[in-house]
C-alpha cells in the first residue's frame, strides 16, 4: 500500500491458482530466503519475497509432490522445518528441500492418524512448544512434531510375508528355482511400524526386468506375469511417518528354460534342422531331375512333331503353288487364244460390215480378259508363297510411273463417277526397284478404291523422304470395320460374305500387293473406318539392294 491505497493486488490474472484466498503464511526457507504461501480453494500458490518480480509456483492434487485436496484452509509452517496445509482431506505436512526451491515428500494425516474430522476449517497456530493446532469440523486437534516418546526409532522391521509363483506360495530364503510354466510371481510385503499406518509407502523394483524401483505408493503387493527364463532378484523398500526408510529386501528366483530350449539342445535341433534340410533337398534335386528328363522327352516328342507338321505343310504349299502355276499355265493358253480369234472375228466383221455382232464379241474379250486376269493374279499368288517371284531392278522416274497408273485406272476411277485427284507427284525423283511391280501394286489399289467408291474422291499422295518412298491411295468409299480389317490380307476373302457378290473381285488383290511390297523389302498398311472410306500407305526403299530373285 502507498498513501493509503493498494498498489498492487494478485489474483488469477497475475499467477494464483484461484481467486478464493483462504490463507496466507510467511515461510522461511532453510536457506535462510522467505517465501510467501497463499491457499486458494484452486491449491497452494508460493512465491519468493526477497526476489522482486518473482514468479508464482503451485501445489495441488496434481502436483508432484501432491495435495489431498485442493481447498487449503490454512497454512502453518512448524518449528520441524515443514509447512502444514489444512485441507477438506485432512492435513498435509510438506518437507523443504534444502537446496534450491523444491520441495519434499507431502504426507497425509487423516482421521487414522488422530484427526476428529478430515474437513479443516480456517484458524491455526503453532504454540511455544512447537505444537501445531488445528481447527476441524469436530473440533480442534494438535499434532506434536516434537514428541517421540514411546516410539521406537526407526528404520522399523521391512518383511516379505508372501512368496507366490503361479497361486502358490514359496518359501522367499534362498534362491529358488522355478519350472519353466512358473512364469507368474507376486509379492506381498509389510512395514512393521504402528504409527501412521495410512502414511507407510512402499517402492519395489524387480531387478533382470526393471530398470529402476518403482515411486512410493502405498500398495503392499506387486505382481508380475509371463516372465521369461531369467534369473531376477526382487527388492522392496518401505518408509514411515516419520520418512524413515527401511530396506531393501530382497527375494532371488530364477525361472528355468524348457529343456529343449537349452544350449546343447539347440544345437541339436539345429543338427536336425540341417538334416532334414539335407535329405529335403536331395528329395527335390531328384525330382526336378527326373522332372527335366521328362520334360526333355516331351520337347523331343513335341519338335519331331512339329517338324513332321512342318514338312507336311512345305509339301503341300509347295505341291499347291505347282498346281496353281500349272493350272495357270494351261488355262492362260486357251484365253490368249480366245482373245486373238476375237480381235480376228471383230476386224472381219467390219470388212463384212456386220457391225451389229461386234458387240457380242466384245463381250466375249472382256469376259475372256477378266478370266485371264483372275488366272494371272493366281499365278502370281502361288509364286509368291513358293517364293519363287522374281525380281527385275531398273531405275525408273516414280512420277511417270504414278501418272500412267492414274491413266490406267480412270476409266475404272470415272465408271463410278467418282475423281481422281494427285498430290506431291512432281517431286518424287527416280528410284531403283521393280518398276512392274510397283506399278502392279498402285493399280490394284486404284482398282480397289474405284470398286468400293461411288460419286466420291479417290486420291494419291507420293512424297519421298529419309530414302523411302511414300505413296497413299485414299477414298471416300464404304470403308471397313474393325473384323473386316482383320481379314483384309487374307487371300481368297473379301471384306465381308456379301462384297464379292456386290463389288465382285477374288481378294487375291491386296494380298498379292502386300507380298510384292514385302519381297520389295517395304510394307503395306491401311486405315478405315466404316462410311469414311480406307486409306492405303505403301513405302518402299528408294534404292533396293540386289539380293537375288526370290523371297
Given at each position: 500500500?502507498?498513501?493509503?491505497?493498494?498498489?498492487?493486488?494478485?489474483?488469477?490474472?497475475?499467477?494464483?491458482?484461484?481467486?478464493?484466498?483462504?490463507?496466507?503464511?510467511?515461510?522461511?526457507?532453510?536457506?535462510?530466503?522467505?517465501?510467501?504461501?497463499?491457499?486458494?480453494?484452486?491449491?497452494?500458490?508460493?512465491?519468493?519475497?526477497?526476489?522482486?518480480?518473482?514468479?508464482?509456483?503451485?501445489?495441488?492434487?496434481?502436483?508432484?509432490?501432491?495435495?489431498?485436496?485442493?481447498?487449503?484452509?490454512?497454512?502453518?509452517?512448524?518449528?520441524?522445518?515443514?509447512?502444514?496445509?489444512?485441507?477438506?482431506?485432512?492435513?498435509?505436512?510438506?518437507?523443504?528441500?534444502?537446496?534450491?526451491?523444491?520441495?519434499?515428500?507431502?504426507?497425509?494425516?487423516?482421521?487414522?492418524?488422530?484427526?476428529?474430522?478430515?474437513?479443516?476449517?480456517?484458524?491455526?497456530?503453532?504454540?511455544?512448544?512447537?505444537?501445531?493446532?488445528?481447527?476441524?469440523?469436530?473440533?480442534?486437534?494438535?499434532?506434536?512434531?516434537?514428541?517421540?516418546?514411546?516410539?521406537?526409532?526407526?528404520?522399523?522391521?521391512?518383511?516379505?510375508?508372501?512368496?507366490?509363483?503361479?497361486?502358490?506360495?514359496?518359501?522367499?530364503?534362498?534362491?529358488?528355482?522355478?519350472?519353466?510354466?512358473?512364469?507368474?510371481?507376486?509379492?506381498?510385503?509389510?512395514?512393521?511400524?504402528?504409527?501412521?499406518?495410512?502414511?507407510?509407502?512402499?517402492?519395489?523394483?524387480?531387478?533382470?526386468?526393471?530398470?529402476?524401483?518403482?515411486?512410493?505408493?502405498?500398495?503392499?503387493?506387486?505382481?508380475?506375469?509371463?516372465?521369461?527364463?531369467?534369473?531376477?532378484?526382487?527388492?522392496?523398500?518401505?518408509?514411515?511417518?516419520?520418512?524413515?526408510?527401511?530396506?531393501?529386501?530382497?527375494?532371488?528366483?530364477?525361472?528355468?528354460?524348457?529343456?529343449?530350449?537349452?544350449?546343447?539342445?539347440?544345437?541339436?535341433?539345429?543338427?536336425?534342422?540341417?538334416?532334414?534340410?539335407?535329405?529335403?533337398?536331395?528329395?527335390?534335386?531328384?525330382?526336378?531331375?527326373?522332372?527335366?528328363?521328362?520334360?526333355?522327352?516331351?520337347?523331343?516328342?513335341?519338335?519331331?512333331?512339329?517338324?513332321?507338321?512342318?514338312?507336311?505343310?512345305?509339301?503341300?504349299?509347295?505341291?499347291?503353288?505347282?498346281?496353281?502355276?500349272?493350272?495357270?499355265?494351261?488355262?492362260?493358253?486357251?484365253?490368249?487364244?480366245?482373245?486373238?480369234?476375237?480381235?480376228?472375228?471383230?476386224?472381219e466383221m467390219r470388212d463384212r460390215g456386220a457391225d451389229d455382232l461386234l458387240a457380242d464379241l466384245e463381250k466375249i474379250r472382256r469376259a475372256a480378259g477378266h478370266q485371264l486376269a483372275l488366272v494371272t493374279e493366281a499365278l502370281d499368288l502361288g509364286k509368291i508363297e513358293a517364293g519363287k517371284a522374281e525380281l527385275h531392278l531398273t531405275q525408273f522416274d516414280a512420277a511417270?510411273?504414278?501418272?500412267?497408273?492414274?491413266?490406267?485406272?480412270?476409266?475404272?476411277?470415272?465408271?463410278?463417277?467418282?475423281?481422281?485427284?494427285?498430290?506431291?507427284?512432281?517431286?518424287?525423283?527416280?528410284?531403283?526397284?521393280?518398276?512392274?511391280?510397283?506399278?502392279?501394286?498402285?493399280?490394284?489399289?486404284?482398282?480397289?478404291?474405284?470398286?468400293?467408291?461411288?460419286?466420291?474422291?479417290?486420291?494419291?499422295?507420293?512424297?519421298?523422304?529419309?530414302?523411302?518412298?511414300?505413296?497413299?491411295?485414299?477414298?471416300?468409299?464404304?470403308?471397313?470395320?474393325?473384323?473386316?480389317?482383320?481379314?483384309?490380307?487374307?487371300?481368297?476373302?473379301?471384306?465381308?460374305?456379301?462384297?464379292?457378290?456386290?463389288?465382285?473381285?477374288?481378294?487375291?488383290?491386296?494380298?498379292?500387293?502386300?507380298?510384292?511390297?514385302?519381297?520389295?523389302?517395304?510394307?503395306?498398311?491401311?486405315?478405315?473406318?466404316?462410311?469414311?472410306?480406307?486409306?492405303?500407305?505403301?513405302?518402299?526403299?528408294?534404292?533396293?539392294?540386289?539380293?537375288?530373285?526370290?523371297?
Amino acid at each position: 500500500m502507498t498513501g493509503g491505497r493498494v498498489v498492487k493486488v494478485h489474483d488469477r490474472a497475475s499467477g494464483l491458482p484461484n481467486n478464493n484466498v483462504l490463507s496466507l503464511a510467511e515461510v522461511g526457507r532453510p536457506d535462510g530466503r522467505r517465501e510467501l504461501w497463499v491457499g486458494t480453494r484452486g491449491g497452494v500458490a508460493r512465491r519468493l519475497l526477497d526476489v522482486p518480480g518473482a514468479s508464482w509456483s503451485y501445489l495441488s492434487v496434481e502436483t508432484s509432490p501432491s495435495l489431498p485436496n485442493d481447498s487449503v484452509f490454512l497454512v502453518s509452517p512448524g518449528r520441524d522445518g515443514r509447512v502444514y496445509l489444512g485441507t477438506n482431506r485432512g492435513v498435509a505436512r510438506v518437507s523443504l528441500s534444502a537446496a534450491g526451491e523444491g520441495l519434499g515428500e507431502a504426507l497425509t494425516f487423516g482421521t487414522n492418524e488422530g484427526l476428529p474430522s478430515a474437513a479443516c476449517n480456517q484458524g491455526s497456530l503453532v504454540d511455544s512448544e512447537g505444537r501445531v493446532w488445528v481447527a476441524t469440523n469436530a473440533g480442534a486437534a494438535v499434532l506434536d512434531p516434537g514428541r517421540m516418546e514411546g516410539r521406537a526409532p526407526g528404520p522399523h522391521p521391512l518383511v516379505v510375508e508372501r512368496f507366490e509363483v503361479s497361486g502358490l506360495t514359496k518359501p522367499s530364503e534362498g534362491e529358488q528355482r522355478l519350472a519353466p510354466k512358473e512364469r507368474d510371481v507376486a509379492f506381498e510385503f509389510a512395514l512393521l511400524a504402528f504409527h501412521g499406518e495410512s502414511l507407510v509407502r512402499y517402492r519395489s523394483q524387480l531387478v533382470g526386468w526393471e530398470g529402476a524401483p518403482s515411486e512410493w505408493v502405498p500398495s503392499h503387493r506387486r505382481e508380475f506375469t509371463n516372465l521369461p527364463p531369467g534369473r531376477y532378484v526382487f527388492r522392496v523398500w518401505g518408509r514411515d511417518a516419520d520418512a524413515s526408510v527401511s530396506g531393501p529386501v530382497e527375494v532371488r528366483f530364477e525361472v528355468t528354460q524348457s529343456w529343449w530350449r537349452q544350449p546343447g539342445a539347440l544345437g541339436l535341433w539345429a543338427l536336425l534342422a540341417a538334416a532334414l534340410g539335407l535329405a529335403a533337398l536331395r528329395v527335390r534335386e531328384k525330382t526336378l531331375h527326373r522332372r527335366a528328363e521328362e520334360l526333355e522327352a516331351l520337347v523331343r516328342l513335341r519338335t519331331g512333331e512339329l517338324s513332321e507338321a512342318r514338312d507336311v505343310a512345305v509339301a503341300a504349299t509347295e505341291s499347291k503353288s505347282r498346281f496353281l502355276a500349272h493350272m495357270a499355265h494351261e488355262v492362260r493358253t486357251p484365253l490368249n487364244a480366245i482373245l486373238g480369234y476375237s480381235d480376228l472375228l471383230a476386224d472381219e466383221m467390219r470388212d463384212r460390215g456386220a457391225d451389229d455382232l461386234l458387240a457380242d464379241l466384245e463381250k466375249i474379250r472382256r469376259a475372256a480378259g477378266h478370266q485371264l486376269a483372275l488366272v494371272t493374279e493366281a499365278l502370281d499368288l502361288g509364286k509368291i508363297e513358293a517364293g519363287k517371284a522374281e525380281l527385275h531392278l531398273t531405275q525408273f522416274d516414280a512420277a511417270r510411273l504414278v501418272r500412267e497408273a492414274a491413266e490406267i485406272a480412270w476409266p475404272l476411277v470415272k465408271k463410278g463417277q467418282n475423281r481422281l485427284e494427285t498430290q506431291g507427284v512432281d517431286a518424287l525423283g527416280t528410284v531403283f526397284s521393280d518398276e512392274g511391280k510397283v506399278r502392279q501394286v498402285l493399280l490394284n489399289l486404284l482398282s480397289n478404291a474405284a470398286r468400293f467408291t461411288e460419286k466420291g474422291t479417290i486420291s494419291i499422295e507420293a512424297a519421298h523422304a529419309d530414302d523411302t518412298l511414300t505413296i497413299r491411295v485414299r477414298d471416300t468409299g464404304v470403308g471397313m470395320s474393325p473384323e473386316q480389317l482383320q481379314r483384309v490380307f487374307t487371300p481368297y476373302a473379301q471384306a465381308s460374305a456379301g462384297t464379292s457378290a456386290v463389288y465382285g473381285g477374288t481378294g487375291l488383290g491386296l494380298v498379292i500387293s502386300r507380298g510384292y511390297c514385302e519381297l520389295l523389302r517395304g510394307s503395306l498398311e491401311v486405315e478405315s473406318e466404316p462410311g469414311k472410306g480406307s486409306t492405303f500407305t505403301v513405302k518402299l526403299p528408294v534404292r533396293l539392294e540386289r539380293r537375288g530373285a526370290a523371297r
